[in-house]
């Protein structure tokens, strides 16, 4: 008989908090002195999504988010592929992103965006 699988997840609620405006969302992972470890920003959500990444160990990249690789019994996992220039409109976009998000984690989220963008 098939067990009910857990809703728990590896990282507590403290240290991970999500945001979400409209077809944004913001997921930052804090440690434990409260500083940003890493953040995702996903655009589109649903319709066409593309996520912006970062990682204070140096993983920072624009990608699109597919359904992934369907296998037999197991259910459809997201991937994030390829590296593309972060468009100018995603940084407008971000920049009128509510969600109710700290303007000090908004305000960190926008720098690193500024800073990684190709021109």
């Not at 857990?6 to 507590?12: A, D, G, I, M, Q």
């Not at 979400?20 to 913001?26: A, H, I, K, S």
């Not at 593309?50 to 990249?61: D, I, M, P, Q, S």
């Amino acid at each position: 008989m098939l067990k009910p699988t857990s809703k728990r997840s590896l990282v507590s609620e403290d240290e991970r908090v999500r945001y979400v405006d409209g077809t944004t969302c913001l997921t930052i992972w804090f440690d434990e002195l409260g500083d940003i470890i890493a953040f995702e920003v996903i655009f589109g959500l649903v319709v066409d999504e593309w996520a912006f990444l970062y990682h204070r160990k140096g993983v920072t990249r624009y990608c699109k988010v597919d359904n992934g690789e369907n296998r037999i019994g197991r259910p459809q996992k997201q991937t994030m592929t390829g590296v593309y220039e972060l468009p100018i409109e995603r940084l407008e976009e971000f920049s009128e992103f509510n969600g109710e998000v700290p303007p000090k984690e908004k305000k960190f989220v926008l720098n690193i965006m500024k800073a990684r963008r190709v021109e």
